[in-house]
């Protein structure tokens, strides 16, 4: 059985979410994106630009809503060098 892929994410999410404020800060979302399969890495920039555009509520983390509509949507391919 495949496991679903909002699943999977909202698994890592809660994992790196180390103070379990169901959010993610800079850091924390820097490690989500690291080990995103088939990725290519973000540089500092891109990943603060990525987050400044996910960031619906301005709050400068990702709570997974925000996180997993921005993945849906491909906004984070857009700041990948690949």
Do not use: W
């Not at 999410?13 to 080990?35: S, T």
């Not at 960031?55 to 983390?61: E, I, N, T």
């Not at 997974?64 to 984070?76: N, P, Q, T, V």
């Amino acid at each position: 059985m495949t496991p679903n892929p909002s699943q999977a994410l909202l698994k890592v999410f809660q994992l790196l979410d180390r103070d379990g404020g169901g959010v993610l800060a800079p850091r924390e979302l820097h490690k989500l994106i690291a080990n995103i399969p088939n990725l290519a890495p973000l540089d500092h920039m891109s990943l603060l630009a990525f987050l400044y555009e996910s960031d619906s509520d301005g709050d400068g983390c990702l709570t997974f809503e925000e996180l997993r509509s921005a993945i849906d949507s491909d906004r984070l391919t857009a700041y990948t060098d690949e």
